[in-house]
C-alpha cells in the first residue's frame, strides 16, 4: 500500500477516446483525493493530542475499496494507512489470489490513535464517505465488526446495512459489492485469527474472477 497514486493506470490499454475519458476522470480523482488528504490532516474535530490522523494509500480510483477500524503504530508514525504489517499481509493475500496490487485503495474508519471513541466514530465517517464517493468502488471490504457497526450507523440512503456474515458478498449499493472479513490487525499475531481473516478474504478472488472486464 502506497500513500500516493502510481503512474501506471490500474486498467490495461484502452481505445483513445475511452483511455481520454478515463484519464480526465482519473485526474479530477487524485485531485478530489489529495485534497481530502489535506484536509484530513488538518483536522481538529477531535483531541486527538500531537498524533497526526492517518490518509488513505493506494489508487484513488480502485476497484477494491478495503477500510479497517483504526490505525497502528506504523500507520501512526507515517500517517498513511495499511502502511507496514497489515499493509504487508494484505499484499501477500491479494498476490495470492491473483489480484492486482493497483486495484487497492485501503484506510482507516477512525482516522486516528488515542481519541475519545464517541469523537472518532462520530467525526471520522464522514471522510470515509468522501473516500467511497471518490474512488466509486466496484466492493468494499470491511474489516472487523467495530468497523462494520460504525459503517452501518453511517451508511447513506443508498447503502444497505451489512450483515456480520465473513466471506460472504453482499450488496452495499445498486453497483457495489461488500465482502466482510474479520480485522486483519488482530490477525498478524495470531494463528486462528490469521486462519479466520484468510478464509474470509479469499472470497474476494472469486469475486475478481467472475468481475466482468469492463
Known amino acids: 500500500m502506497t500513500p500516493e497514486p502510481r503512474e501506471k493506470s490500474k486498467h490495461p490499454p484502452l481505445p483513445p477516446e475511452t483511455n481520454d475519458i478515463y484519464r480526465k ?31 488513505g494509500s493506494g489508487h484513488p480510483l480502485a476497484d477494491i475499496f478495503m477500510v479497517k477500524y483504526g490505525p497502528r503504530y506504523l500507520e501512526v508514525s507515517e500517517g498513511v494507512s495499511f502502511f507496514g504489517r497489515s499493509g504487508a499481509a494484505v499484499l501477500k493475500s491479494v498476490e495470492r489470489l491473483g489480484i492486482d496490487p493497483l486495484l487497492l485503495y485501503g484506510t ?36 472487523g465488526r467495530r468497523a462494520l457497526d460504525v459503517l452501518n450507523a453511517n451508511r447513506t440512503a443508498v447503502m444497505r446495512e451489512l450483515e456480520w456474515a465473513p466471506g460472504e458478498l453482499q450488496d452495499l449499493t445498486p453497483t457495489c459489492r ?26 474476494l478472488g472469486d469475486w475478481h474472477r467472475d468481475e466482468p472486464p469492463y
Not at 29 to 52: K, P
Open 25 to 55: 476522470l482519473e485526474e479530477r480523482a487524485i485531485a478530489e483525493s489529495n485534497e481530502l488528504n489535506r484536509t484530513v490532516t488538518q483536522c481538529h474535530l477531535c483531541s486527538r493530542g500531537d498524533f497526526l490522523p492517518t490518509v
Open 108 to 143: 482507516n474508519m477512525v482516522k486516528c490513535v488515542g481519541v475519545e471513541i464517541k469523537e472518532g466514530e462520530a467525526n471520522c465517517p464522514g471522510y470515509l464517505l468522501e473516500e467511497l464517493q471518490i474512488t466509486q468502488p466496484k466492493i468494499v471490504v470491511v474489516m
Open 178 to 203: 461488500a465482502l466482510v472479513t474479520p480485522d486483519v490487525d488482530d490477525s498478524l499475531d495470531d494463528a486462528d485469527e490469521k486462519r479466520a481473516f484468510w478464509n474470509a478474504f479469499r472470497a
